[in-house]
């Protein structure tokens, strides 16, 4: 029988893990399904040379996919999938913030142009991330503890 502390962790783990998991699935099927729109959300955020703009837009979401799906049907990947995870947002985070301070704040193409960009403002975007960070990092800590 395990412990209530292993068991605790063991559902914290995956209750982030799924819910992590969820934001990057809503995340990535909109842009996998039109690929020519997130690529101009893409380019019209600056970051990345014109040659960049499109591998970006195609390759970006199937791994965004790839790893939510790891996430829930692959635990042993689950730490490099949080991992990667926890890379990008990162990077998207930082993305967002240099369009900021560039007075360019704009929808991020985050979800595809659906719904969940329109009905809040772009300044939320860097706090979602940083609080789908935390998760992430509690899904980490939780995986951790249990070892």
Not at 105 to 116: I, Q
Not at 118 to 131: D, E, F, G, M, S
Request: some cysteine.
């Amino acid at each position: 029988m395990r412990p209530r502390s292993s068991t605790l962790w063991l559902v914290l783990e995956w209750s982030a893990s799924l819910l992590v998991a969820a934001v990057f699935l809503l995340a990535s099927v909109p842009k996998i399904m039109n690929p020519a729109a997130f690529a101009s959300a893409v380019y019209q955020m600056n970051l990345l040379p014109g040659v960049l703009v499109n591998p970006v837009a195609i390759y970006l979401p199937w791994i965004e996919f790839v790893a939510a799906c790891a996430l829930v049907i692959a635990p042993p990947a689950r730490r490099g999938a949080l991992a990667l995870m926890g890379f990008l947002l990162a990077a998207f985070t930082l993305a967002l913030m240099v369009n900021f301070v560039r007075g360019t704040a704009m929808s991020c193409g985050c979800f595809g142009g659906t719904f969940l960009e329109t009905i809040l403002p772009p300044w939320t975007a860097p706090i979602r991330n940083l609080v789908l960070l935390g998760i992430l990092c509690i899904a980490l800590e939780a995986s951790r503890q249990r070892e």
